[in-house]
């Protein structure tokens, strides 16, 4: 192929891009919730199927639907029960936080860095009702979300199957033996990606909850939720749950050795288990870069803002698996993945 005709297809590779890119971030209140309904479908459709061989389809599909709203209420009510406590214990102490910003403000403008008075006045009633208006506000479009989730969870659901059968007569065909290579791979990673998040969830929120206890950083338990449900967003969930309960600690410990003590203590559990524990347990079972995760976090997360984060790495896993599909396009699965990338030859 000439060179002018290889540059003019890099430019309409790079411009296809952009394109794509912009569509998917101006209409984020679509793709995101369809993605998200393709990554549910990945993990309930096991369950589907089971319960297809011992009952007729329609209450096979209604009781895979009813499981996985009861998971995501018990998700969600411990998020919110984690925090409506929270919330509490602020609104019981609010005067400690407005003391403390007081007294650091003093302390700033005795060292000669004026701070303007009349922000201290956003720091008050008014200014709480303002974040918890806020709060509502974003819960109010999470709902939203998860109804869209859920309307693409059923329709997939309803056309699974007959998906299955159109792909299994294209399976004579190269292009349809990969599709469904890369669908059945996809679906394996997606779950294992799945327990290994859960598993190091549970364990963060337990660790957390133990040493707020220890440090007397109230309210623990919450805390420990708390931890618990943004540990599945990678990287950013674990600061906000270490930056969070160090906040309130500033205004419960009376020594800055203690306040140091709590942000390095949480610091270090995030640490290992993020940086030690994720590594080994997730390794063989998904082998992907970290600097590949921690650009799919912060890129879909600038899409499609927390639900993005969210859904990163399960797009990257998709990415990586179908560019491992073909010998075109392997050596971006290999530069992706923490190792080789897996070998389709023999399937080429």
Same mark, same amino acid.
């Given at each position: 192929?000439?060179?002018?005709?290889?540059?003019?297809?890099?430019?309409?590779?790079?411009?296809?891009?952009?394109?794509?890119?912009?569509?998917?971030?101006?209409?984020?209140?679509?793709?995101?919730?369809?993605?998200?309904? #393709?990554?549910?479908?990945?993990?309930?459709?096991?369950?589907?199927?089971?319960?297809?061989?011992?009952?007729?389809?329609?209450?096979?599909?209604? #009781?895979?639907?009813?499981?996985?709203?009861?998971?995501?209420?018990?998700?969600?009510?411990?998020?919110?029960?984690?925090?409506? %406590?929270?919330?509490?214990?602020?609104?019981?102490?609010?005067?400690?936080?407005?003391?403390?910003?007081?007294?650091?403000?003093?302390?700033?403008?005795?060292?000669?860095?004026?701070?303007?008075?009349?922000?201290?006045?956003?720091?008050?009633?008014?200014?709480?009702?303002?974040?918890?208006?806020?709060? !509502?506000?974003?819960?109010?479009?999470? !709902?939203?979300?998860?109804?869209?989730?859920?309307?693409?969870?059923?329709?997939?659901?309803?056309?699974?199957?007959?998906?299955?059968?159109?792909?299994?007569?294209? =399976?004579k065909q190269e292009q349809g033996?990969?599709?469904?290579?890369?669908?059945?791979?996809?679906?394996?990673?997606?779950?294992?990606?799945?327990?290994?998040?859960?598993?190091?969830?549970?364990?963060? =929120?337990?660790?957390?909850?133990?040493?707020?206890?220890?440090?007397?950083?109230?309210?623990?338990?919450?805390?420990?939720?708390?931890?618990?449900?943004?540990?599945?967003?990678?990287?950013?969930?674990?600061?906000?749950?270490?930056?969070?309960? +160090?906040?309130?600690?500033?205004?419960?410990?009376?020594?800055?050795?203690?306040?140091?003590?709590?942000?390095?203590?949480? +610091?270090?559990?995030?640490?290992?288990?993020?940086?030690? #524990?994720?590594?080994?347990v997730a390794g063989a079972a998904?082998?992907? %870069?970290?600097?590949?995760?921690?650009?799919?976090?912060?890129?879909?997360?600038?899409?499609?803002?927390?639900?993005?984060?969210?859904? =990163?790495?399960?797009?990257?896993?998709?990415?990586?698996?179908?560019?491992?599909?073909?010998?075109? %396009?392997?050596?971006?699965?290999?530069?992706?993945?923490?190792?080789?990338?897996?070998?389709?030859?023999?399937?080429?």
């Amino acid at each position: 192929m000439p060179v002018t005709d290889r540059l003019t297809l890099s430019l309409l590779a790079v411009c296809t891009a952009i394109l794509v890119v912009i569509a998917l971030y101006l209409a984020s209140a679509i793709f995101a919730p369809l993605a998200f309904g #393709l990554f549910v479908l990945a993990l309930v459709w096991p369950m589907q199927k089971a319960l297809q061989e011992r009952m007729p389809r329609g209450l096979a599909l209604f #009781l895979t639907l009813l499981a996985t709203i009861v998971v995501f209420l018990a998700f969600g009510s411990v998020v919110a029960w984690a925090l409506s %406590s929270i919330a509490d214990w602020l609104i019981t102490n609010i005067a400690r936080f407005q003391a403390l910003y007081v007294q650091k403000t003093d302390w700033l403008e005795e060292h000669g860095i004026f701070v303007v008075g009349t922000l201290a006045d956003t720091f008050d009633v008014g200014w709480l009702i303002r974040m918890f208006q806020e709060v !509502a506000r974003q819960l109010n479009r999470l !709902a939203g979300f998860g109804i869209l989730i859920f309307v693409f969870l059923m329709l997939a659901l309803l056309e699974t199957e007959e998906f299955r059968q159109r792909l299994a007569q294209l =399976g004579k065909q190269e292009q349809g033996g990969k599709l469904i290579d890369a669908a059945r791979e996809i679906a394996v990673k997606f779950r294992k990606y799945m327990i290994v998040r859960t598993q190091l969830s549970i364990l963060t =929120g337990l660790a957390v909850w133990g040493f707020a206890s220890l440090a007397g950083v109230e309210p623990a338990p919450a805390w420990g939720l708390l931890a618990f449900a943004l540990n599945y967003i990678p990287f950013i969930g674990s600061f906000v749950a270490t930056l969070l309960p +160090g906040i309130f600690a500033m205004v419960q410990l009376d020594t800055w050795l203690g306040i140091a003590l709590v942000f390095a203590g949480l +610091g270090i559990i995030q640490f290992l288990i993020g940086n030690y #524990l994720e590594p080994l347990v997730a390794g063989a079972a998904l082998s992907i %870069s970290p600097f590949a995760v921690v650009f799919a976090v912060f890129f879909w997360g600038f899409l499609w803002g927390i639900p993005g984060a969210f859904i =990163g790495v399960p797009i990257l896993i998709t990415a990586i698996v179908i560019c491992a599909q073909y010998p075109s %396009s392997r050596w971006i699965a290999t530069l992706l993945s923490g190792g080789t990338a897996p070998d389709h030859s023999a399937k080429s």
